[in-house]
Nanobody, 125 residues
Framework: QVQLVQSGGGLVQAGGSLRLSCAASRGTFSTYSMGWFRQAPGKEREFVSAITWSGSMKYYADSVKGRFSISRDNAKNTVYLQMSSLKVEDTAIYYC??????????????????WGQGTQVTVSS
């Protein structure tokens, strides 16, 4: 089973930036699609962004489009989420996830096979 270890996150003021990282162990990372989701207190986990195995296709939730950027380094088995122009409403626990086969339904959390441990992002006003 692919294990995902997240890093980054923390506390930042509104308008600031943060970068999240998610490193995968085991398996063939370069063949997997990867996604980022987030869950705010009292809310359901929601899609943030996803990237296909080659990085050629990237997807974003409307709420983060133009502010967040997903990327991957297959040589380092790592996917990144660069977050800029952060808003208070971006406050949540962020999770990375791996989809082992294909790239359909990357906005659907049920399609993913393994999850990272989550990392807190708090944006203050």
């Amino acid at each position: 089973q692919v294990q995902l270890v997240q890093s980054g996150g923390g506390l930042v003021q509104a308008g600031g930036s943060l970068r999240l990282s998610c490193a995968a162990s085991r398996g063939t990372f370069s063949t997997y699609s990867m996604g980022w989701f987030r869950q705010a207190p009292g809310k359901e986990r929601e899609f943030v962004s996803a990237i296909t195995w080659s990085g050629s296709m990237k997807y974003y939730a409307d709420s983060v489009k133009g502010r967040f950027s997903i990327s991957r380094d297959n040589a380092k088995n790592t996917v990144y989420l660069q977050m800029s122009s952060l808003k208070v409403e971006d406050t949540a626990i962020y999770y990375c996830a791996v989809k082992l086969l294909g790239y359909e339904g990357l906005a659907d959390l049920r399609r993913y096979d393994s999850w990272g441990q989550g990392t807190q992002v708090t944006v203050s006003s």
